[in-house]
Structure formats: C-alpha cells, structure tokens
C-alpha cells in the first residue's frame, strides 16, 4: 500500500469505515439534500425565473458545505433512530462528520501514509516527536447533473489553506469519501492523474493555474493585489491554458468504479478533477422520469500541524480574518496561540480543542465566515472558479 501510494499519489480502500457510522452519514447528507431542494423550492416560488437574456452562472455542485466539523457543533441530528443523535452540542456526542474526519480508522491511515508512525510509541500510544495530524478543510459535496466541472487542478488556498512545503517536508493528504455507489459509466466520480505529484511537468501545470506555489512571498496585501497580480489563468481551466498537460493528465488518469463507503487517499499535489454525468445516461434517465441524479462525497484535508503554515496578508481563510496574527502561523501554533480552527486528529484528539470548536461554532466563526463570503465575492470575476 504505501509503495503505491508513494509512486502514483493515490490509493482506494474499501470496508474502512464501520457500516453503522455509513448509515449515520447517509441518513444525515439526505437530510442536507433533502433541505437544500425545500430552500430552491421555496426560492423560485418567493421569486419566478425571469427571462433575462443572460445566462446563469454555472455551479459545479448541487452543494458545498465547507467546516461541516464545525456546523454539527451547531444544530442538532435528528435521527431518531440513533442513540448518540440528542444533540452534537456536546464533545461526548457528535456528529457523523466528526465521527469520520476525526475518530474513525481514516487519520490514522493518513498518519501511516505520511510515516508518522514510525516515530510513534504504540506501547503509551503517544507521539516521541512533535508531529501532529490536523484537518485543514472538510467539505462536504453533491455532484449533480450539472455539466460544469472543475478541470484537473491542485486545490487552492480556498480547499486547503496552507503554503507549499518545504523540501524534504511531509505533505497532505486528502481523503475522499464515497457516500453514493458511483458506476463508472454514469460518470459523475472522480479522475486523478496518477504521478502527476512527481511528473517533469508539474511546475508548469502550477504556473497555469496560479497554485500556491506562485504566490509572493508575504501573500497578496489586498483584493485589489490579488485581482491584478494573481498568477496563472484560473484554477480550473488548465484544458483551455494547456491542452498538451491536460492530455498527459487524461492519459494517466484513475477512475475508481466507486461504492458507498470507499475512501480515496491522495497526496496534495496529485492534480485530480470531477467528472461530469454522461449525457446519454442524463438523457435516458430524463427520458425514463427517473430522478437526476446526485453525488454525494465528503473530503477531508489533512495536514502536518507543525509545517502546514496558513498564507499570510490578505486572506479570505476564516482562521486569518478572526485573528489577523494567524497568517503565517502553523496549524499547530493557530490552536496554541488562538483556538483549534485545525482540529488536531493524530496522534490523539484534544478535549479541550472540541470545547474550543464548539466555541467557533457558536461565536467567531459564523462572523468570519460572512466576512470571507463578501471577500470572495469581491476577488470572484478574476479568480476563474
């Protein structure tokens, strides 16, 4: 497994996750699903479609629910069915989406794929180095049969909110859980371009697409510096820019036959993209009155808390808006100096970090949140996502 992992950046385990944990999380993503139709619903009757001319911008996801972590500290599960579901207020009982990111087998996966844990005592189950395991962004997804896709890209500071390594540093991970079955040929899973981490031309897929590995020294000082000065041609858009790297990406890709459950692990510089429904089983399914379709996904970025710094300057990172000092800092340093904005999940979690979760939830994060909300908004017309 990690000889694989090492050579192509990428490795799929099946039967990972406890079967009663899935039918947490599925019970709980249809419930999200199911609210997100009502508020569309409910939407278009408070407000018809108006016949503008001008077409609608297109959204590569049904929905994204960045921090989900965060948001099950504030509303509760109500799955009756469930015993440990009275409510996720409290750091004893918790949600599906921490019971995954933070207390299932998946961190100590990512932790072995790192070789954290042959620095390890496993007799006093702690750490004899300083090494941490912290999760950057978790996010929680619905493809539908939208045809929009985010072309094969390496996630920006907006999915993963660290600078580039140094040399010689360990790197993140994502893991990337299936909470659909995904046929291959429906489409709508996921495509890696194995070995691209390692590839001759990644420097200049990076330069492309304006990775991290582009930005100034410092970061961008404002939105206006980042609307004029942000390298590349937009994250997404490396088939339009670079026709010859999309090629080699396609000739290498992986595509999983995914089922509920599975976990896809890849290294952080592995370029990876959606792939869109096929037509003619969108067409068919339109043809039969079948529902469209939806994939869900849950993706979990993790990071080595000591050397996973969060971009300095002007930043639309929740953590950097509440506490400007946090620009910069390590992930680890974030949760010492200020709060646990990176939940550490390896080698153990810290009760007093689910307090202080439940605290941002509760207090600074919505706040940061809007304020990252209204930046976005103002660096969107040239950050082509």
Not at 47 to 54: D, E, Y
Not at 97 to 115: D, T, W, Y
Not at 193 to 202: E, F, L, P, Q, T
Not at 255 to 273: C, M, N, P, Q, S
Request: charged letters at 25%; a neutral charge.
């Amino acid at each position: 497994m990690q000889e694989s992992f090492d050579r192509d950046g990428v490795i799929a385990i099946r039967g990972l996750l406890d079967l009663d944990l899935l039918r947490l999380i599925d019970y709980t993503t249809a419930d999200i699903i199911s609210k997100e139709k009502e508020k569309i619903k409910a939407k278009e009757k408070k407000k018809p479609k108006l016949l503008t001319g001008r077409k609608k911008t297109p959204k590569q996801f049904f929905t994204v629910n960045q921090g989900a972590i965060f948001s099950s500290f504030s509303s509760p599960i109500d799955d009756e069915n469930n015993s440990t579901s009275t409510a996720s207020t409290s750091p004893d009982i918790v949600s599906p989406f921490i019971k995954i990111a933070m207390l299932s087998k998946i961190p100590r996966v990512v932790a072995n794929l790192l070789h954290f844990d042959s620095d390890s005592d496993e007799t006093c189950g702690s750490a004899k180095s300083n090494k941490t395991l912290r999760i950057l962004r978790d996010i929680f997804l619905a493809k539908d049969e939208e045809e929009y896709i985010c072309g094969y890209h390496v996630d920006d500071t907006g999915f993963w909110p660290a600078l580039v390594e140094n040399p010689g540093e360990p790197i993140g991970i994502n893991a990337w859980v299936a909470l659909d079955d995904m046929p291959i040929e429906n489409g709508g899973g996921f495509a890696l371009a194995v070995g691209s981490h390692s590839a001759s031309w990644r420097e200049e897929a990076y330069n492309l697409t304006g990775s991290t590995h582009c930005f100034p020294d410092g970061g961008f000082q404002s939105s206006r510096d980042v609307l004029q000065n942000r390298p590349g041609n937009g994250t997404c858009n490396i088939q339009h820019t670079a026709p010859h790297i999309h090629r080699r990406m396609e000739e290498t890709k992986r595509v999983y036959d995914i089922k509920f459950g599975d976990v896809i692990f890849h290294t952080r510089w592995l370029f990876h993209r959606t792939i869109p429904f096929h037509r003619n089983i969108v067409s068919q399914r339109l043809a039969n009155e079948e529902d469209p379709l939806l994939y869900r996904r849950y993706s979990i970025r993790y990071g080595p808390g000591e050397t996973s710094i969060i971009p300095p300057g002007w930043s639309t990172e929740p953590s950097a808006i509440s506490e400007e000092k946090n620009g910069g800092r390590s992930a680890d340093d974030v949760a010492r100096l200020d709060a646990a904005w990176y939940p550490r999940v390896w080698p153990s979690i810290s009760d007093v970090e689910l307090e202080q979760m439940k605290l941002l939830a509760s207090e600074r994060l919505p706040t940061a949140l809007e304020q990252s909300d209204q930046r976005k908004r103002v660096t969107r017309p040239r950050a082509k996502h």
